[in-house]
């Protein structure tokens, strides 16, 4: 891999020049090969990146540098689904082990924390959910974020209090996102097959739009239908939505606002899946979802079986089968099982037990 330091003048080109022509950089390799990287995020700035690994560890990287900034430990309470706050030096992140406090008074929760990483220290806990937690989604808009948990429980929390500020009973529950907008939400059910929208304002009438999805699954992936997704993510231009799947055959992505099919994102049966276990189900290795959209909303990336990431251009021509197949295979030194692009310079972070960074390459631009 090429030693350089972070092209400073990547961010300012645009996406679709340079997507074909990225390289990994960094191999950020952890003192175990028995942990695994569960979770990435960036902070708003696009400045640091952290990972959550199975080792009860959370790491800091400087994404300008391309250096190691800190590593945070956990043993006590597992980490995973770490989310950088508005604030650079603050993070959320669910537990992985049952609170040992709350077990010793017969009630066992499954906690979230909100972490200092600037001196290690907790700031708050937010009890509630009675399973482990699936999906965390913060406001991009304001110090609120929502929690899905095994339990069949939402909840919606503020930073600033312990006590969730309310509560949906929904049945498999395991994926939630809000739009870039902040005035949207999206829960996704994968046992009833059906994403709800909420009006984030209102959360607690009926969602105004219901999208289900046992038409599109019955067609492209009948074999794993209302059981293998992993994530729900709305692209930066609110227009669609992602549903990604660990299915080995693809992922979809939906109109925003009907909830029509406007892609499958069909990959080889060859390439097989990330191997990380759904939100819904316990054991193995966790993930966050092996696919994202790109700032601009054009392009799909994901991880697979191979050691490599696939990217789609959603903006190629419609075929009556709505199905994409994949513009560039990027070639890489290891699986890409999470998978993450930067919302502030043009750098791609993937990880299974390494974490790799990748920029574009000057030397392969059109």
């Not at 231009?237 to 992922?251: E, F, I, M, Y």
């Not at 696939?310 to 075929?319: C, G, R, S």
């Not at 560039?328 to 791609?348: I, Q």
Request: hydrophobic share 30%.
């Amino acid at each position: 891999m090429d030693p350089s330091t972070p092209d400073a003048n990547a961010p300012t080109a645009k996406v679709a020049d340079v997507i074909t022509t990225f390289r990994p950089t960094r191999r950020f390799q952890p003192e175990s090969t028995k942990t695994s990287v569960t979770s990435l995020d960036f902070d708003d700035t696009g400045e640091l990146s952290v990972v959550a690994r199975d080792d009860d560890t959370l790491h800091l990287y400087n994404c300008k540098s391309g250096k190691h900034a800190k590593e945070l430990k956990s043993q006590k309470y597992g980490v995973h689904l770490a989310r950088f706050t508005h604030n650079a030096q603050s993070l959320i992140y669910a537990s992985t082990k049952q609170d040992g406090e709350d077990n010793a008074c017969g009630n066992i929760q499954d906690g979230i924390r909100y972490l200092s990483s600037h001196d290690n220290s907790y700031i708050r806990y937010f009890k509630g959910h009675t399973d482990g937690v699936t999906s965390i989604a913060l406001s991009p808009s304001s110090d609120t974020f929502l929690s899905c948990s095994r339990d069949n429980t939402v909840r919606f929390w503020a930073l600033n209090s312990a006590n969730a500020q309310g509560q949906l009973n929904l049945h498999g529950a395991y994926l939630c996102a809000y739009d870039p907008s902040a005035t949207v939400i999206a829960i996704a059910s994968p046992p009833t097959q059906t994403i709800l929208l909420y009006d984030a304002r209102n959360y607690d009438k009926a969602p105004f739009a219901s999208f289900d999805t046992r038409e599109f699954e019955q067609r492209y992936t009948p074999q794993s239908a209302g059981r293998d997704w992993n994530k729900l993510e709305f692209s930066n231009d609110g227009r669609n939505l992602l549903l990604s799947t660990n299915s080995g055959a693809g992922h979809f992505v939906l109109d925003a606002f009907d909830g029509a099919l406007r892609w499958f994102c069909s990959q080889d049966s060859t390439a097989g899946t990330s191997g990380r276990t759904s939100p819904g189900e316990k054991g193995g290795i966790a993930g966050q979802g092996d696919a994202c959209f790109s700032p601009d909303g054009r392009y799909l990336l994901s991880g697979c079986g191979k050691n490599a990431i696939l990217v789609w251009d959603t903006h190629a021509a419609k075929n009556p089968e709505k199905t994409l197949r994949p513009l560039t295979e990027l070639p890489g030194p290891g699986k890409a099982a999470v998978v993450g692009y930067n919302p502030k310079h043009n750098l791609v972070c993937s990880a299974d037990k390494d974490l790799i960074f990748w920029l574009p390459d000057p030397d392969l631009a059109p």
